[in-house]
């Protein structure tokens, strides 16, 4: 027989032999990631553990259900794996309990909505336009269809959250659920106030922590887990597989009624999930959110958590002094909302990410509070520094990762909100440069 390991290094021969196409793009996207900065705060690099979870055999497992109450046969392995992946979870975020079977983040909160609401139900939520999540009440995603939801702003001169304003229209509103956490926000966010906003306004509270979560894990972020009645997440954006997570705190069993049922708020997100909203777990993703949430329990991940936010902190600090309007000043987390608009006059957001990306910096387009460009152009750009980090980046680099934007954006030509000119040796001499400095910091 052969073992385990012989069979997943068969794994990559088999497809270079099944798909060359295929198995060509995947270099290709290899090589894009080494050669250019990767800058997208959403995006993360997780570890060889992980990836190899994700391409494993247990990505063929058929199991409808929960460990111990399952649909199918043959699931002692798959049971023993979620069971891992759950235990992990609640020791990395101190939680009472986690689903670890929603497909997404944006699949964690349709489960919560969906589990909490009755159709016509009010949300009081972060605006899209205003550093939001579409899953948080959109009008353009399903909880825009079915809920009746306001939204809250940020302050139009400091872009922070004003609590006493959202406390006012809590309680003017009196929503049955209100979100927290956001997309584009770069400051602390205050869960304990929002509780308190939720408390007196008689609602539910989610955080939606997905931007955040590494940063919780590590305690470089306040934590929401004992705050809210729900936390919801990413797996991907701290470092881990794709997919969702849904976190309890000391809430966890408080009851509710369904109908004329009662039940624990945990047993209401278990039913929900599945059979509610959702088949069959993906469980060679459960089996790499098992690998990752062993990797958060290391000191070199809640380290580099920090690492993140003080680079982030270096980043913005020299993009101001390079003259950028960087939004609240700076960031208290990975990420640096930039109003682009104000550098240069005609500069719009989609310029920036396309002239950067010409030249080998990734990042893209973020629409402002208040924006006065629609949602394809913008006037802003979102840089993060999860992914340089991860790859040893540190101080000195932020500095020339600042310098290498400020001189593209200088140098570009703008013709129009989508149109611009750069000049091809300037290009290919920009992209040498980036290239040589992430061949300083290979993936890892
Ligand atoms: N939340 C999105 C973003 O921040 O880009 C991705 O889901």
């Not at 290094?9 to 196409?21: G, N, P, T, W």
């Not at 049955?176 to 205050?190: E, F, N, P, Q």
């Not at 980046?393 to 611009?420: A, N, Q």
Request: hydrophobic share 35%.
């Amino acid at each position: 027989m052969q073992s385990s390991e012989e069979y997943h290094k068969r794994i990559f021969s088999a497809l270079e032999q099944a798909d060359k196409e295929v198995y060509e793009l995947i270099t290709k996207e290899y090589e894009r990631w080494q050669n250019t900065l990767q800058l997208i705060a959403a995006e993360n690099q997780c570890s060889m553990g992980v990836l190899a979870a994700l391409g494993s055999v247990m990505q063929n497992k058929t199991a409808e259900g929960y460990p111990g109450a399952r649909l199918h046969g043959g699931c002692e392995v798959v049971d023993e794996a979620e069971k891992l992946a759950v235990a992990r979870a609640k020791e990395a975020f101190g939680a009472k309990y986690v689903n670890v079977q929603p497909h997404a983040g944006t699949t964690a909160n349709q489960i919560v909505l969906t589990a909490l609401l009755q159709s016509g139900d009010k949300i009081l939520s972060l605006g899209l336009h205003q550093g939001g999540h579409f899953s948080h009440g959109s009008n353009v995603s399903f909880a825009g269809k079915y809920f009746d939801v306001e939204n809250y702003y940020v302050d139009r001169q400091t872009f922070l959250l004003d609590y006493d304003v959202i406390r006012e229209q809590a309680t003017k509103f009196q929503p049955k659920l209100i979100i927290c956490g956001a997309s584009a926000y770069a400051r602390t966010i205050d869960f304990k106030k929002f509780r308190e906003i939720a408390d007196e306004a008689g609602a539910y509270l989610l955080a939606d922590i997905s931007h955040l979560s590494g940063l919780v894990i590590a305690g470089a972020h306040p934590s929401p887990v004992d705050r809210a009645h729900f936390t919801t997440t990413s797996t991907y954006k701290p470092g881990g597989p794709r997919g969702g997570l849904i976190i309890m705190g000391k809430d966890y069993d408080q009851r509710i009624s369904v109908g004329t049922e009662s039940m624990a708020l945990w047993q209401l997100i278990e039913k929900t999930t599945f059979p509610g909203m959702q088949g069959t777990p993906y469980f060679n993703n459960i089996a790499a959110k098992a690998v990752f949430f062993k990797e958060t329990l290391c000191t070199e991940y809640r380290d580099r958590q920090f690492k993140i936010v003080e680079n982030a902190r270096r980043l913005a600090e020299s993009l101001v002094d390079l003259g950028y309007d960087v939004l609240t000043g700076g960031t208290d987390n990975y990420m640096i909302l930039v109003n682009v608009a104000n550098f240069r006059e005609g500069l719009t957001g989609i310029v920036a990410q396309k002239c950067l990306e010409d030249c080998g910096i990734v990042i893209n387009m973020s629409r402002l509070p208040y924006d006065k460009k629609g949602p394809m152009v913008t006037s802003g750009m979102r840089l993060g520094t999860p992914i340089v980090t991860k790859n040893g980046m540190g101080s000195e680099e932020m500095e020339s990762i600042s310098t290498l934007v400020d001189v593209v954006l200088r140098r570009v030509e703008i013709i129009g909100d989508t149109e611009y000119r750069i000049d091809e040796s300037f290009k290919d001499e920009t992209r040498g440069r980036i290239k040589e400095l992430c061949s300083k910091f290979p993936m890892c």
